[in-house]
């Protein structure tokens, strides 16, 4: 359309606007949705004396739900149980905390619905919070957008699906990162096919791009991501354990808690002085250490769209990564040498390997990464070239193009179901 309709929009997110996938998400949306010329307002949550990271996105723009004693008295349950900060688990809540968790929400969005007069809501992951923005706004159109770790918690939670469904079911639109997702919803949620849309998610294209690499003396490569056996680390610092030759040094670029960080750092500790640890790190320092890696690593268990692995690809990286259908849909027809897909483990749970099959995934993704450190010696810049048609594909002006499509069709269906 030639010129389009100007939107309020509320962006809504459970947990921090910043240190995961879905934070970059909403914040990305933020910033080409007022790029396009609408009007946007962000509840999230938050820590209490914490800032957000944010980045092109106003403080203005901003209200947040603050947690461990201030407006809900623990820490933000992660759409993961591990979290690159203090958070506890869905799983662990009890019928009080829910009650608590859904009653500081609901008075912060009633608040901001008051003053700020949406349009629409755009929330993240069909969880708890966009059931409760469906049931809260009955007159304002609602559409969510999946990240993969919210059908984790609907596998992982049943006795939270009725609450999230009893909103859910009633979304005007479900955005999903890939046709495995929109498979799931449909039969899962209920939603009708022509609800749940393919839009896919981006990266920033001004912030990651190629740069000269250094000599492969020793090549460099990274992994960036939660510290956690959901992401598939311990078994990636295992393989590195099996690789003497050539010289290589991993950058390990993310947060994480408990045990499973723990058993993290000291995998990595037993690597000696070939790691360096990075710990969350902002975007704009991650796309230097992309700039001057040779390969990126994504050893991951589960994911639903991985924007990483399109930011390290821009950056002119080799790419090793699992063949999840995340994966697949970002880079799966991509015929190059520079890709490397490793064969996921059985899986329980979503993202509990079988002991069994973990000694053949410490070996492929070894032999992987020998395959690539070999080449990076030869070739140390890659034909980025080859990635430009699928490069574009994924842009934040690209996905947002598709998002508002989404919008006017919400908008359009939740008035006809409004008329007499």
Known sequence: MAKRQKLKILHLLGQRPDATGSGVYLQSMIREAAR????????AGLHPGADAELHGVSIDQCRFVRFDGEDISFSIPGMTDIMPYASTRFADLSVNDIEQYEAAFSRVLTETQATFRPDIIHSHHNWLVSSLARRLFPDIPVATTCHGTDLRQFQNCPHLREKVLSGCRGLDAAMVLNGDQKAYIETHYGLPPER????GAGYNDSVFTPGVKPAPRPVQIVYAGKLSKAKGLPWLLQAFKTIAHPDWRLHIVGGGSGVEKDECM???????????VHGPIPQARLAGIFKQAHIFVLPSLFEGLPLVVLEALASGCRVIATDLP??????GDLQVEYFSLVR?????????????DLPAFVHNLARAVDIQTAAAIERPDIDISLAADKLAAFTWRGVFDRVHKVYIEALQRHGERKAP
């Open 36 to 43: 396009c010329g609408h009007d946007n307002f962000m509840v």
């Open 196 to 199: 749940v849309i393919v839009t």
């Open 266 to 276: 000291r995998l990595a500790d037993d690597l000696r002085d070939r790691t360096i």
């Open 326 to 331: 995340g994966v697949m849909e970002v880079a």
């Open 344 to 356: 996921t483990p059985r899986l329980k749970n979503m993202d509990q390997p079988y002991p069994e």
